[in-house]
């Protein structure tokens, strides 16, 4: 079993920043890769950002694509989402989620083994 803890969400001023982070424990000498997903109410949880576990592979959406930057600790277990130059429609719940094997889907919701609980992030325009 792998546990993951998000933290750092909140309240921001558009144009703001905020750093996500996610703390994975449990059976964690097997991850493949990790993701970032958000999620609005009635809409279905969306790819944000993900990371392989080895090497420098690194995946954004087109919507966050050079504001945000998902960066990684192996040492911690712990993967990191920077978000800079917030807007509004970034308002979400943000989920981290573990990828114990290889998928080319990386932005798939499916491709993932589990999940926390997720952290509220509210833009303010």
């Known amino acids: 079993q792998v546990q993951l803890v998000e933290s750092g969400g909140g309240l921001v001023q558009a144009g703001g920043s905020l750093r996500l982070s996610c703390a994975a424990s449990g059976r964690t000498f097997n991850f493949n890769a990790m993701g970032w997903f958000r999620q609005t109410p009635g809409k279905a949880r969306e790819f944000v950002s993900a990371?392989?576990?080895?090497?420098?592979?690194?995946y954004y959406a087109d919507s966050v694509k050079g504001r945000f930057t998902m960066s990684r600790d192996n040492a911690k277990n712990t993967v990191y989402l920077q978000m800079n130059t917030l807007k509004p429609e970034d308002t979400a719940v943000y989920y981290c989620?573990?990828?114990?094997?290889?998928?080319?889907?990386?932005?798939?919701?499916?491709?993932?083994?589990?999940w926390g609980q997720g952290t509220q992030v509210t833009v303010s325009s």
């Open positions: 989620a573990v990828s114990q094997y290889y998928h080319s889907t990386y932005y798939l919701t499916s491709s993932y083994d589990y």
């Open positions: 990371i392989r576990w080895s090497g420098s592979s690194t």
